[in-house]
């Protein structure tokens, strides 16, 4: 749906993700603003706004995904543009939230990274933010302005039902570990299909080891679900055993890809048939294998900015 705006807000973008920056530019109607963001020959960024943004609402999207501190580094010089422009109000429109999972202290002398970010960006002049499935809710609390965190699942689950309809009563939603069970249940309770979880422990970082699957999967087709997939080892490794103990088939879905390191390669080796993304962040040539299909978020967003600016309650669309 194209919506009709008020002449006084105005939506730029850095260069984290330009494809959907423009998409949801367009489903409200509007074209991107006048920005240059680049860099100097010494790696610094600059960033030039060439039209007047006095009193706007300001809406900026950038994804902080890989390079993660370029493109924040982008997103914070911007936004101090904007407040130093007069802008009226700035909202940081971030699909994927860099440094999500630095929320709290695992280890002695760990910082809260998340935390850290979320203080730079209400210091640079962020009014308010605007994001998607946040690896830990909870990040809401670690800032001191308006957080919308809208979710994913429901685009996940409208794919699903598009594409298998009544077939759907063959499937199980798993959750690939004991942290992501929350958003599995309600992503199994929207298609009304049953609930495995793995359980599985993990030696160090990016290392993941099954332990044991809770629920029936034997002859079953199945759907895993996480927010995130990184270098892909907890839901590759989460699909092989998944095959092994007797599932017929393994899709998986996330929010956001961020398939760093050997993420693709495991992913074609792996046992899953489809791996179902959203596009908060863009994935380059190299990535888009045909094992991988993307949801565009760019409606759900494109409706939540229009709410915001227009004072509108964004709670419908949570559901």
């Not at 489903?27 to 991107?32: D, E, N, W």
């Not at 960024?45 to 706007?56: F, P």
């Not at 700035?90 to 809260?112: E, F, H, L, N, S």
């Not at 199980?172 to 599995?184: E, M």
């Amino acid at each position: 749906m194209i919506y009709s705006t008020g002449s006084n807000m105005k939506v730029f973008a850095c260069n984290s993700n330009r494809a959907l920056a423009e998409a949801i530019a367009k489903r409200l109607g509007m074209t991107l603003g006048d920005a240059e963001v680049e860099k100097f020959s010494d790696g610094e960024i600059s960033v030039k706004i060439n039209e007047t943004i006095r009193g706007a609402d300001v809406f900026i999207i950038q994804s902080t995904s890989y390079p993660v501190n370029d493109n924040l580094m982008e997103l914070l010089i911007m936004i101090d543009a904007m407040k130093r422009a007069s802008a009226g109000r700035i909202t940081a429109v971030m699909p994927y939230y860099g440094y999500a999972r630095q929320d709290r202290k695992a280890r002695a002398r760990d910082p809260i990274s998340a935390k850290l970010v979320a203080n730079i960006l209400t210091s640079a002049g962020a009014n308010r933010v605007l994001t998607m499935d946040l690896h830990c809710a909870q990040i809401q609390g670690f800032f001191d302005i308006p957080v919308d965190n809208l979710i994913g699942s429901p685009l996940l689950t409208g794919f699903y039902e598009q594409k298998y309809g009544e077939e759907l009563k063959d499937f199980v939603a798993v959750s690939p570990d004991l942290g992501s069970v929350t958003r599995t249940r309600a992503f199994a309770e929207r298609l009304n299909i049953p609930l495995a979880i793995i359980d599985k422990r993990r030696p160090k970082a990016n290392v993941s080891e099954i332990m044991n699957i809770i629920g029936d999967v034997k002859g079953k087709k199945v759907i895993l679900v996480d927010d995130m997939i990184d270098t892909a080892g907890t839901i590759t490794n989460a699909a092989n055993a998944l095959k092994e103990r007797g599932a017929v088939e393994v899709d998986a879905c996330c929010t956001h890809a961020v398939l760093s390191g050997p993420a693709i390669k495991r992913i074609e080796d792996s046992a899953i048939t489809e791996l179902l993304v959203l596009d908060t962040i863009e994935l380059p040539e190299d990535k888009r294998i045909k094992k991988i299909t993307t949801v565009s978020v760019d409606d759900l967003f494109a409706d939540a900015i229009r709410c915001i600016h227009e004072g509108i309650s964004i709670s419908q669309l949570f559901d």
